[in-house]
C-alpha cells in the first residue's frame, strides 16, 4: 500500500508539474490581452479551440505517464491497453471492462483523484480565456 501511495504521489506531482508548463504556455500566448487583440469572431474561437487542444494534449501526457507506470509496474500488459486503462480512469468515465490486479488497484484511485484536480484546473484556464472574450465585448 505505501508504495502505491508513493508512486501515486510522485504522479501527482508529475501531472502538476506538466500542467504547470502547458498553463504557462496558455498564459503567454493568450495574456497581455492578445486575445482580446483578435479583431475577429473566428480568430478568437480558433484561438480558444487551439486552447482546448493543447490542454487536451496535456491530458494524453497525464494519462501517458500513469499508463506507463502501470506497464512498468507489471499491472498491465502492454501500453495501448495501459493507455485505454488509463484515458478511461484518469477521465472517472470507468468503464469496469479492464481492472488492476488487487494489489495495484489503490493506484486507480489515485489516478481518478488526479484527473479530477487536472480536468478543475484546465477548466479553470478555459472559462478565464472564455470570460476574457467576452468581457472584452
Same mark, same amino acid.
Given at each position: 500500500?505505501?508504495?502505491?501511495?508513493?508512486?501515486?504521489?510522485?504522479?501527482?506531482?508529475?501531472?502538476?508539474?506538466?500542467?504547470?508548463?502547458?498553463?504557462?504556455?496558455?498564459? @503567454?500566448?493568450?495574456?497581455?490581452?492578445?486575445?482580446?487583440?483578435? &479583431?475577429?469572431?473566428?480568430?478568437?474561437?480558433?484561438?480558444?479551440?487551439?486552447?482546448?487542444?493543447?490542454?487536451?494534449?496535456?491530458?494524453? +501526457? =497525464?494519462?501517458?505517464?500513469?499508463?506507463?507506470?502501470?506497464?512498468?509496474?507489471?499491472?498491465?500488459?502492454?501500453?495501448? #491497453?495501459?493507455?485505454?486503462? @488509463?484515458?478511461?480512469?484518469?477521465?472517472? +468515465?470507468?468503464?469496469?471492462?479492464?481492472?488492476?490486479? #488487487?494489489?495495484?488497484?489503490?493506484?486507480?484511485?489515485? #489516478?481518478?483523484?488526479?484527473?479530477?484536480?487536472?480536468?478543475?484546473?484546465?477548466?479553470?484556464?478555459?472559462?478565464?480565456?472564455? =470570460?476574457?472574450?467576452? &468581457?472584452?465585448?
Amino acid at each position: 500500500m505505501l508504495l502505491q501511495i508513493a508512486i501515486g504521489s510522485a504522479l501527482l506531482m508529475f501531472t502538476v508539474i506538466i500542467h504547470s508548463v502547458f498553463t504557462l504556455i496558455a498564459v @503567454s500566448a493568450f495574456g497581455d490581452g492578445r486575445l482580446e487583440r483578435m &479583431n475577429r469572431r473566428w480568430m478568437r474561437t480558433t484561438a480558444v479551440a487551439a486552447l482546448v487542444l493543447m490542454m487536451f494534449f496535456a491530458t494524453l +501526457l =497525464h494519462a501517458s505517464a500513469w499508463a506507463a507506470t502501470y506497464v512498468v509496474v507489471d499491472a498491465i500488459q502492454g501500453f495501448e #491497453e495501459a493507455l485505454y486503462f @488509463s484515458m478511461v480512469t484518469f477521465t472517472t +468515465l470507468g468503464y469496469g471492462d479492464i481492472t488492476l490486479a #488487487e494489489s495495484w488497484r489503490l493506484l486507480a484511485a489515485f #489516478e481518478a483523484a488526479n484527473g479530477c484536480i487536472m480536468f478543475g484546473w484546465t477548466t479553470a484556464i478555459v472559462v478565464a480565456v472564455i =470570460h476574457s472574450f467576452f &468581457n472584452q465585448r
